[in-house]
């Protein structure tokens, strides 16, 4: 059923993950930089400024953050068959945490070494995002096993 409160978790998961395309990760600054860091790409806040990351070199990451969103949604319309539910949560968290592993040690080591610079992550609100989502899938996944659980304790009592 649809009204379960997995059904809440997930889309709440989904909602985050979507959210990271309009919310920056870091910010990196010096004196001749000014850039932002987002799913799809760096984008320098300078006019005029080439800094730009290319959106292949995001590709990964916009992959990964829609097959997040596939993967929970499609779990959220599996909701008749539990075990299924469960793989497709489990693919989305394995998933998120593979994201969150990219943003943070591949794309922020590159871009640390590209501009010279640490990134501020604090500067950007997407980096939060991510993990919000992780643990609403960790909590759809408890949800989803104790609504399993409690339906096979019906099944031996018949």
Known sequence: ML????????ALAAIAMILIFFFPFALFQSEFIYSRFY????VDMVPGGANNMDFIYALPLILADIGVVVLTVG?????????????????????TIIFIA???????????KRF??????????????????????????RAI?????????TDRLR
């Open 3 to 10: 009204q379960r409160i997995q059904t809440v978790y997930l």
């Open 39 to 42: 799913v799809y790409g760096l």
């Open 75 to 95: 779990a959220i319309f599996r909701y008749k068959n539990r075990p299924s539910q469960i793989k497709l949560a489990n693919a989305a968290f394995i998933l």
């Open 102 to 112: 990219a943003v943070f040690f591949l794309y922020g080591h590159f871009l640390e």
């Open 116 to 141: 010279s610079t640490a990134p501020i992550w604090s500067e950007g609100i997407g980096v939060y995002f991510p993990l919000i989502a992780m643990v609403f899938i960790m909590l759809a996944i």
């Open 145 to 153: 096993r104790r609504d399993e659980n409690l339906v096979r304790s």
